[in-house]
């Protein structure tokens, strides 16, 4: 079982190379935006998605991209779908 | 009211477009058809999802909310006008296809293409968002006779740009985009 630092490391891999506002991404807490704080163009959170599918070798679905706008938010469906 | 998108294709070709997933992720089944049925599918995949995304834009100005669910917004391309639905909701969309970017733009009714394509030296995000509102802004004051001093651009905590003039909120829609070495600002 991953700790919840772990996943916030593997998560922060992940966008990283997306992110367009370092200092926001510095100070990234579970409540940080990735359009909102962190800048990433919208055209990238698929990107992200795709991301974090290889990394946790997971499938989200439609209704858990909806959701997928936060730190937090992205943490919450990997940590239900590693369960599953 | 109106909503815009640019994407600049130099960098869209950075993305997973060839991925089978990314495909799936973004477009319907007869939308993934257009897209492999068309001889330019790194076209076809970017004007469809600029459409979607200045179509979203327009939607949360209506009924302001957050949410990523680009598949749910459905383009059809098969006739003049372009649309897309969302839900019960038809948007009519324009697009400017060029070698370097694709910019669409969302409206109520069927419309001219109002957006001003600028091109950006730098790729800050800061400095992008910076141009394009100052560029909006100066157009605004330009045409409503405003002192640009007394206009401002606030974005609400869902994103959506409003102009204010000496504090006050004005009834002028108007739309930011930016992507890699392009902007673009739309005013209704």
């Known amino acids: 079982m991953m700790t919840k630092d772990e996943l916030i490391d593997k998560l922060k891999g992940i966008i990283a190379p997306y992110v367009q506002d370092e200092a926001a991404f510095k100070a990234l807490t579970e409540d940080t935006d990735f359009v909102k704080d962190l800048k990433i163009n919208s055209a990238n959170l698929v990107d992200i998605i795709l991301d974090i599918e290889d990394e946790f070798d997971i499938i989200l679905e439609n209704d858990d991209m909806e959701q997928m706008l936060t730190v937090k938010s992205a943490m919450a469906i990997v940590t239900g779908k590693l369960k599953d | ?188």
């Not at chain 2, 394009?132 to 740009?161: C, H, M, N, W």
């Not at chain 2, 000496?166 to 890699?180: C, F, Q, Y």
């Open chain 2, 1 to 188: 009211m109106v909503g815009n998108d640019i994407v600049d294709l130099q960098e869209a070709r950075q993305s997973r477009w060839e991925d089978p997933r990314f495909l799936d992720k973004l477009f319907t089944v007869e939308e993934q058809q257009y897209i492999k049925a068309t001889r330019d599918s790194f076209t076809a995949i970017w004007h469809l999802w600029s459409m979607k995304e200045a179509a979203y834009k327009l939607h949360v100005q209506q009924y302001p909310c957050r949410f990523y669910a680009p598949k749910a917004f459905v383009c059809h391309c098969e006739s003049s006008p372009h649309r897309v639905h969302y839900g019960a909701f038809v948007y009519y969309t324009t697009t400017k296809i060029t070698a370097h970017y694709i910019l669409s733009e969302a409206r109520c009714q069927t419309a001219k293409m109002s957006s001003v394509c600028l091109p950006l030296v730098r790729t800050a995000h800061e400095f992008q968002s910076q141009k394009t509102r100052r560029q909006l802004l100066d157009e605004v004051a330009k045409i409503y006779g405003f002192t640009s001093t007394g206009l401002t651009l606030k974005t609400t905590e869902l994103g959506v740009p409003k102009l204010y003039y000496n504090a006050k909120p004005l009834d002028i829609g108007v739309s930011l985009t930016h992507h890699g070495r392009y902007g673009a600002y739309a005013i209704s």
